[in-house]
C-alpha cells in the first residue's frame, strides 16, 4: 500500500516562493501507470487540483496556476516536489499531495500540509 | 475552467437515499467518463469512493454509487449511516491532461 507524506515550511511570506516535498513510501515513483499530483484546499473551501508529474518528466498544471507552478520529481529519492512562487495570501491552504493515474483518479493521498503566506 | 457546481448541503435520515448532482461542461463532464468522487470527513484527507463515473474501488461500500447523463453526474448514498456525514466532492478529466474539481457538498445525516 503506497504512502505518502508532505513536508515543508508551515509558514511563507509574501512573494517568496513555497517549496513542498511529497514522499512516497510502499511504492516506486518510477512507476509507469502512475502519476504524483499536488491538490490544494483553501480554509473551509472545496479541492483544487494542482497539477501533476510523471516520472518521465512530464508534467501538467492547472491552467489558473500554470504561470506559477513547477512540479518536478527526484526518482533517486522517491519524491515529488511543488514550487508555487510569487505567494499571496490567497495561497494560504492545506496542501496535499496524491497519486493517480493518467487519466485520474486519486487513490492515495498524503495527510495534507498547512500552508500560511504571511508576513 | 470552472470549478463543477454541485450543492453546497444536503441531508438525509439514517436509512434514506440521497443523491449529490456534479455539473460541468461539454468539455468535461460531458465529454469523458472519468468522473470521480471523493468523501472527506473534517480533518482527514479526501477518499476515493467512486472513479470513472460509477466503479467503486475496493473497500468502498457498495451503497455508494455513481452515475452520469449529459454533462451532469451524480453520486448515490443508500441507506444513509451516520458515519456518512462528510464533505463530498466531484472531480472530471477536463481535457489538455488537466482535472477539475467540484465545490463541495456538505452531507448532514439527521
Known amino acids: 500500500q503506497v504512502q505518502l507524506q508532505e513536508s515543508g515550511p508551515g509558514l511563507v511570506k509574501p512573494s517568496q516562493t513555497l517549496s513542498l516535498t511529497c514522499s512516497v513510501s510502499g511504492g516506486s515513483i518510477n512507476s509507469d501507470n502512475d502519476y504524483w499530483n499536488w491538490v490544494r484546499q483553501h480554509p473551509g473551501k472545496g479541492l483544487e487540483w494542482i497539477g501533476y508529474i510523471h516520472h518521465s518528466g512530464s508534467s501538467y498544471y492547472n491552467p489558473s496556476l500554470k504561470s506559477q507552478t513547477i512540479i518536478s520529481v527526484d526518482k533517486s529519492k522517491n519524491q515529488f516536489s511543488l514550487k508555487l512562487r510569487s505567494l499571496t495570501a490567497a495561497d494560504t491552504a492545506v496542501y496535499y499531495c496524491?497519486?493517480?493515474?493518467?487519466?485520474?483518479?486519486?487513490?492515495?493521498w498524503g495527510q495534507g500540509t498547512l500552508v500560511t503566506v504571511s508576513s | 475552467q470552472s470549478a463543477l457546481t454541485q450543492p453546497a448541503s444536503v441531508s438525509g435520515s439514517p436509512g434514506q437515499s440521497i443523491t449529490i448532482s456534479c455539473t460541468g461542461t461539454s468539455t468535461d463532464v460531458g465529454s469523458h467518463d472519468l468522473v470521480s468522487w471523493y468523501q472527506q470527513h473534517p480533518g482527514k484527507a479526501p477518499k476515493l469512493i467512486i472513479f470513472?463515473?460509477?466503479k467503486r474501488p475496493s473497500g468502498v461500500s457498495n451503497l455508494f454509487s455513481g452515475s452520469k447523463s449529459g454533462n451532469t453526474a451524480s453520486l448515490t448514498i443508500s441507506g444513509l449511516q451516520a458515519e456518512d456525514e462528510a464533505h463530498y466532492y466531484c472531480?472530471?478529466?477536463?481535457?489538455?491532461?488537466?482535472?477539475?474539481f467540484g465545490g463541495g457538498t456538505k452531507l448532514t445525516v439527521l
Open positions: 496524491a497519486r493517480g493515474g493518467g487519466l485520474g483518479p486519486l487513490d492515495s
Open positions: 470513472e463515473v460509477n
Open positions: 472531480c472530471s478529466y477536463a481535457g489538455g491532461s488537466t482535472f477539475v
